[in-house]
């Protein structure tokens, strides 16, 4: 039996400070979602989120959205862009209409999200997005959807996040240089919460930590939608940092030191073992590292007490970040993990004694066609990105049981369009 025809082909671009990764899918008849192809690189002209060399990101951009195409056998001209820096921002905006008592109808809704816009203020910074997220009839909350009841008044909160205008331009700017269209520009917490939260999640309330390479983001899910957001101007990458520090040896060498051998949690044979510094095969290269034996090897515990070290003063940051958004109490009752420093061996236990809740990590979800390299944390936000963008209001069906209603809050944004948005329904 043949497979069912694509019917819609789109691509996504995750742009962070380690990685630029790219993902080609497609729709087929029966609404099912098929990652054609995808790739990855290394980051060029991204420090902190935003762009610095513009030139060399545009490189990065195309050649990891070539390598996808050259998986998927086929090219696209659009794509759906993450962003992780840019001075991401999120709040929730609420606004009500007189309904007197009568029945709610279609248009009463298309007109009260119209009228929505208007109190929008974004203040000088760009929205990215704009989503209704639930709806209120007099006292009640958390209607999904309010069309056939009754009501005085009906309000809606929209949720609204916002970005510093100039480097969003400059990222779409480099994604257009590399010949592709920009779809739209995706918060990377928007992302990242599609692709690793459950909607009962999301809806008792759970705190998201995108521990990525330069930048940590903390998100705040309560109610099903992301109540509140603050970005961390560091991350995985200064772990590395530490350790090319602490041992006087290359960066790349500290990198694979960390993802080799190092972890979050110290054993008692650590002191026994000794690891070495160079690679195979660079056994007789470059100079001894710093605490080294004759070998260029050095003691394990060491790495790990230096990894640990600079961990905690990430922990202290996110910890800060969620007692300033009241993360606390009954609405502190899980925190998930995710980004490539959540691939770090032991995380999970240490950041649960460090925050004293607790903790799990972020896995990417099943999607068919997905290449088994892409299925670690470090690539959540990617996924996440592709199930976002397989929701656009032109297809609907790619979202199996959920059920969607969509509005464009037009003239929002500077740029691409300006969305959107769906609530789910189980």
């Not at 962070?16 to 098929?34: K, L, T």
């Not at 068919?368 to 470090?378: R, S, Y």
Request: hydrophobic share 45%.
């Amino acid at each position: 039996m043949a497979s069912p025809r694509i019917a819609r082909v789109f691509g996504a671009v995750n742009i962070g400070s380690f990685r630029i990764s790219a993902i080609v899918a497609g729709i087929n008849e029966v609404g099912e979602m098929v990652v054609l192809g995808s790739g990855h690189r290394a980051s060029q002209g991204i420090k902190r989120g935003y762009v610095t060399d513009i030139a060399a990101a545009t490189y990065a951009v195309r050649d990891a959205i070539d390598r996808a195409e050259k998986m998927a056998d086929t090219a696209v001209q659009k794509v759906w862009i993450g962003c992780s820096g840019a001075g991401l921002a999120s709040r929730i905006d609420q606004f009500d209409a007189e309904i007197g008592g009568r029945r709610i109808e279609q248009e009463d809704i298309d007109q009260l999200l119209l009228s929505a816009r208007d109190v929008i203020q974004p203040d000088g910074r760009m929205v990215l997005h704009a989503q209704p997220a639930q709806y209120r009839l007099d006292g009640a909350h958390g209607v999904g959807n309010p069309r056939g009841l009754h009501a005085e008044r009906l309000g809606v909160d929209i949720h609204v996040m916002l970005a510093d205008g100039a480097p969003i331009r400059n990222l779409t700017e480099a994604v257009q240089s590399a010949h592709l269209e920009v779809e739209a520009v995706v918060g990377s917490p928007i992302a990242a919460g599609q692709a690793c939260l459950s909607p009962e999640e999301r809806d008792l309330g759970v705190a998201l930590v995108e521990f990525g390479a330069e930048v940590t983001n903390v998100a705040i899910y309560e109610q099903g939608l992301l109540k509140d957001m603050i970005a961390i101007p560091m991350g995985s990458a200064d772990l590395t940092d530490a350790v090319a520090s602490a041992f006087g040896i290359r960066r790349y060498q500290a990198e694979r030191l960390k993802c080799v051998n190092g972890s979050a949690i110290a054993s008692p044979h650590d002191h026994r073992e000794m690891i070495p510094v160079n690679a195979p095969g660079e056994e007789e290269t470059g100079p001894l590292a710093r605490h080294a034996d004759e070998k260029n090897r050095i003691p394990r515990a060491e790495l790990i007490g230096v990894i640990t070290g600079q961990l905690g003063v990430v922990m202290e940051e996110v910890n800060k970040a969620l007692k300033t958004m009241r993360f606390t109490g009954q609405r502190g009752k899980q925190i998930v993990f995710t980004g490539g420093g959540a691939e770090l061996v032991g995380l999970a236990d240490y950041a649960q004694a460090a925050l004293g809740k607790p903790v799990r990590i972020g896995r990417v979800p099943h999607l068919a066609g997905l290449a088994e390299a892409h299925i670690k944390p470090g690539f959540s936000t990617l996924a996440g990105l592709v199930l976002y963008a397989g929701a656009d209001p032109v297809d609907i069906r790619a979202m199996g049981r959920r059920t969607q209603q969509t509005i464009k809050l037009g003239g929002l944004g500077m740029v691409g369009r300006v969305y959107h948005a769906l609530k789910e329904y189980f």
